[in-house]
């Protein structure tokens, strides 16, 4: 095979080099011919080539002879949008590949960079899981047979933080005391509310949930605390009882009661504080036995300083707080909580879906905006869609390509060489470390640069880019 002779033009700067062949992950770099023109010393690791076996030939030939077995770069020629696939190399070392082109203004491809992450490590610690996930799953079948509730969702707590407010939970649980729950939407207000109420002397009396963010304004008082006959246009001629009455002796949770209207606050700080309350229409105040659980994902201080929450309802409510941390700076819960909702599924559908190591460590890195509901959301979604059993990043769907900044597509200015086309390249990572960081020192560190550097190339390459 005769190598082919390549342009002279310098590829990158020196420090741009640097940063290259010092990443952890290969990066194999073709020009929009498929001819490859750099490659640096992570790729050859875990592939098990030689420099001179791929530089200067075209990714086509490389396939052909089988250099290589399957090549992102032209799929990502051909589909003109980034490419993930799989790849095993004749080390033994599998990878997940990621090819994305680079545009200029005439929306030709000048590039495709490929980054190679050797994900050899999650398909061995897939194997040892085995038997930890069954004994898990034995584990898991115990909990949910010995849970007072029979509707209640499982509770996972094998992140340190998670364990901690079990903890709290636990110390509260046995007592009567007001609780309310803060924390992001999705993180499972209502699954911890559930765990203190089976875990105190009124489990098996009722539960209630309110929305109070779900109920219309004019509407809220007589869900919440009913009416009596005749006392309105269109109310039932037989009164309605509120749902304070219907959680008597039981345990009410006020989910998003930082919606509850101003008004409403007044009448819920008397339930709290003389445990009665009268209906509309009615003159005879109605005594309950009412545990008064709580939840927001609201600032319920920035609230107060703003009347639209009242204070003495706000100190009311806090005797007990607790913050629920979202499920991105409790990690260790993540793949058991998928685990759970896959094997949930399963047993409904009658399915054996598993994740891949690949799918499992995406999730790991999904910063989960929506927590744990769009977790469950997500793993129900990628069951219905996957083809085979082994649910595959694809099927995920969690990030988009908009929004994928180590895989989106490259729009760049015209430029009269390549070196143009790397420096604006570099300024893009440079400014992305910046966004992700938030000062030089360790943006430039990121990047394998002093802050020195880091801030001349910056101001150097802004200059260039707005002098053009």
């Known amino acids: 095979m005769e190598r082919k002779k390549m342009p002279s033009e310098s590829l990158s700067s020196e420090f741009l080099d640097a940063i290259i062949e010092h990443s952890f992950d290969g990066i194999y770099i073709t020009d929009g011919q498929a001819n490859t023109i750099k490659v640096n010393?992570?790729?050859?690791?875990?592939?098990?080539?030689?420099?001179?076996?791929v530089i200067g030939y075209n990714m086509r030939e490389l396939v052909g002879n089988g250099t290589i077995s399957a090549s992102g770069s032209l799929m990502a020629l051909n589909q003109k949008h980034p490419v993930t696939i799989q790849q095993e190399f004749k080390t033994g070392k599998r990878a997940l590949i990621t090819s994305s082109p680079i545009f200029n203004s005439k929306n030709e491809i000048i590039l495709v960079i490929?980054?190679?992450?050797?994900?050899?490590?999650?398909?061995?610690?897939?194997?040892?899981?085995?038997?930890?996930?069954?004994?898990?799953?034995?584990?898991?079948?115990?909990?949910?047979?010995?849970k007072s509730a029979p509707d209640a969702e499982s509770l996972v707590a094998v992140d340190v933080k998670t364990q901690k407010i079990i903890s709290m939970l636990d110390r509260v649980a046995s007592l009567d005391t007001t609780v309310i729950l803060l924390g992001e939407t999705g993180v499972g207000k209502e699954v911890f509310a559930k765990y203190i109420y089976?875990?105190?002397?009124?489990?098996?009396?009722?539960?209630?949930?309110?929305?109070?963010?779900?109920?219309?304004?004019?509407?809220?008082?007589?869900?919440?605390?009913?009416?009596?006959k005749g006392a309105f246009t269109g109310a039932d001629r037989n009164g309605k009882m509120g749902l304070f009455e219907l959680a008597n002796t039981g345990t009410i949770f006020l989910d998003?009661?930082?919606?509850?209207?101003?008004?409403?606050?007044?009448?819920?700080?008397?339930?709290?504080?003389?445990?009665?309350?009268?209906?509309?229409?009615?003159?005879?105040?109605?005594?309950?036995d009412v545990r008064v659980l709580a939840a927001t994902n609201r600032d319920l201080e920035e609230m107060v300083r703003q009347k639209a929450f009242r204070q003495d309802l706000y100190y009311r409510l806090m005797i007990f707080p607790i913050s629920i941390p979202p499920?991105?700076?409790?990690?260790?819960?993540?793949?058991?909580?998928?685990?759970?909702?896959?094997?949930?599924?399963?047993?409904?559908?009658?399915?054996?879906k598993y994740f891949s190591p690949v799918s499992i460590q995406m999730m790991l890195d999904y910063n989960w905006p929506g927590n744990i509901r769009e977790l469950r959301n997500i793993i129900e979604r990628a069951v219905i869609i996957s083809n085979g059993d082994e649910i595959q990043p694809d099927a995920l769907h969690l990030y988009p390509i908009e929004e994928r900044p180590a895989t989106r597509s490259?729009?760049?200015?015209?430029?009269?060489?390549?070196?143009?086309?790397?420096?604006?390249?570099?300024?893009?990572?440079?400014?992305?470390?910046y966004d992700i960081y938030g000062n030089v020192r360790e943006a430039a560190e990121s990047l394998g640069m002093t802050p020195s550097t880091f801030v001349r190339k910056r101001k150097k390459y802004s200059q260039k880019k707005s002098d053009g």
């Open 198 to 228: 089976q875990n105190s002397p009124r489990n098996g009396k009722p539960f209630i949930k309110v929305n109070c963010g779900a109920i219309p304004a004019n509407l809220v008082e007589s869900e919440l605390f009913g009416y009596e």
């Open 114 to 146: 490929t980054n190679v992450r050797d994900i050899t490590e999650l398909y061995r610690l897939r194997e040892e899981s085995v038997q930890w996930k069954q004994e898990q799953e034995k584990l898991r079948q115990e909990l949910l047979h010995i």
């Open 410 to 433: 490259h729009v760049l200015d015209p430029v009269a060489d390549l070196k143009s086309a790397m420096e604006e390249l570099e300024l893009e990572y440079i400014n992305r470390a």
């Open 327 to 352: 499920l991105r700076e409790r990690s260790g819960d993540i793949v058991p909580l998928a685990d759970l909702f896959i094997d949930n599924l399963n047993k409904k559908y009658n399915f054996r």
């Open 41 to 53: 010393r992570s790729y050859l690791t875990i592939s098990g080539l030689k420099k001179s076996e």
């Open 256 to 288: 998003e009661v930082g919606e509850l209207p101003l008004d409403m606050q007044v009448k819920l700080l008397r339930v709290l504080q003389e445990q009665e309350f009268e209906r509309i229409g009615g003159r005879k105040p109605i005594k309950v």
